[in-house]
């Protein structure tokens, strides 16, 4: 198989697909991979680590995707990179296609099999979403910490407190992989933490992250009180290849004191809050109603190493899957199949989609 990884080009994403050591075990296996010039630079892998490890260096993104059948990109493709593919080609990256209808009608137009990282599952797992998630769920704390200091537009406030001070309160929706690592970040710092879960497993677990959590079912009328009170709200509720429900009314937002921070994970899923719109890392945060709202679609860019390393041992497994003429008989990626021949072929996905799309 002849192995693309193009350089990502969207709004400071500097993750790559492949590290060297995940594309020297594909050309030890008889396979051709291709990789853009500087595609790992802000990753931390120069042109000249991949050439070790076998890889040809291409000089653009066209002669990469003339040269690949199969493509294996970080972040869904925009418009550049929509002009380069062909029906022929076989897609696989993160794609996020119920909260991007117009992208899913390219993808149709193109005719190409495209199989995304959020849909491949098994035993209803995401393993190609979960080492992201892990990331993601991190990070919010991390950023809406920051968020909350003065110098950045928030209340002023030290998330964990301290002897003489009240302790930050952070609301969390959700306690999948993105939510309970938001939680053990929270809860390490010392802050008050409240998660909303549906399930009974997760809620137990999150209890027992320590006598600063409490874990509840997401009664409307306690989520309304506890978004009210809550410093920093993370939103982290994923339903695979479907558009994230919104959990949250602009009249709970608008309830939050000035200078408080909503972090919306699953913004690049449509987003759990009303108030959230996708932003990027050149401009991550707005202001609604004097609350500061941070929902960036790539949140693990922001540490393109660290992710690049995580993913790329993930996803190796399953393009030495792909790149066989049988792939299609791999249960995880046939489900992670998003559309194919012009046709979208996954359930979530289509039924997300505007009645007219």
Not at 69 to 76: A, H, N, R, T
Not at 152 to 180: D, F, H, N, Y
Not at 214 to 223: F, H, I, K, R, S
Not at 331 to 352: D, F, W, Y
């Amino acid at each position: 198989m002849r192995i693309g990884i193009p350089r990502e080009i969207k709004t400071l994403e500097g993750r790559v697909a492949l590290v060297p050591e995940a594309t020297a075990e594909l050309v030890q296996q008889g396979h051709e991979v291709f990789i853009e010039s500087s595609a790992g630079e802000l990753s931390g892998y120069p042109d000249t680590a991949y050439q070790t490890a076998g890889v040809t260096i291409l000089p653009d993104a066209r002669s990469l995707y003339e040269a690949a059948k199969l493509i294996v990109k970080v972040k869904e493709p925009v418009d550049p990179e929509l002009e380069l593919l062909r029906s022929d080609h076989l897609l696989f990256s993160f794609l996020h296609l119920a909260a991007e209808p117009k992208l899913t009608q390219r993808l149709m137009k193109i005719g190409l099999t495209a199989v995304g990282f959020e849909t491949v599952a098994v035993e209803g797992e995401l393993p190609l979403l979960i080492p992201m998630s892990d990331i993601a769920g991190r990070l919010s704390i991390q950023i809406g910490a920051t968020l909350l200091h003065s110098p950045q537009g928030g209340k002023g406030l030290l998330l964990g407190g301290l002897p003489g001070a009240l302790r930050g309160r952070v609301v969390i929706l959700g306690a999948g992989t993105a939510g309970s690592n938001a939680a053990r970040v929270a809860a390490a710092l010392g802050s008050e933490v409240i998660v909303f879960e549906r399930r009974r497993d997760r809620l137990a677990q999150m209890y027992e992250l320590g006598e600063n959590v409490t874990a509840l079912y997401p009664y409307q009328q306690m989520l309304k009180e506890s978004i009210a009170s809550a410093d920093l709200l993370i939103g982290a509720v994923l339903q695979a290849g479907a558009r994230t429900p919104r959990l949250v009314s602009t009249e709970m937002v608008r309830s939050m004191q000035p200078g408080s921070v909503v972090v919306d994970i699953s913004v690049d899923q449509g987003g759990c809050i009303e108030t959230t719109r996708p932003t990027t890392y050149a401009e991550p945060t707005y202001i609604w109603e004097e609350v500061i709202h941070f929902a960036v679609t790539n949140m693990p860019g922001a540490v393109p190493r660290t992710a690049s390393q995580a993913l790329s041992s993930a996803l190796l497994p399953y393009v030495l899957i792909l790149a066989q003429e049988n792939w299609e008989n791999y249960p995880p990626l046939a489900a992670g199949i998003n559309t194919k021949a012009g046709e979208v072929v996954h359930p979530a996905v289509r039924e997300s989609l505007p009645a007219n799309s």
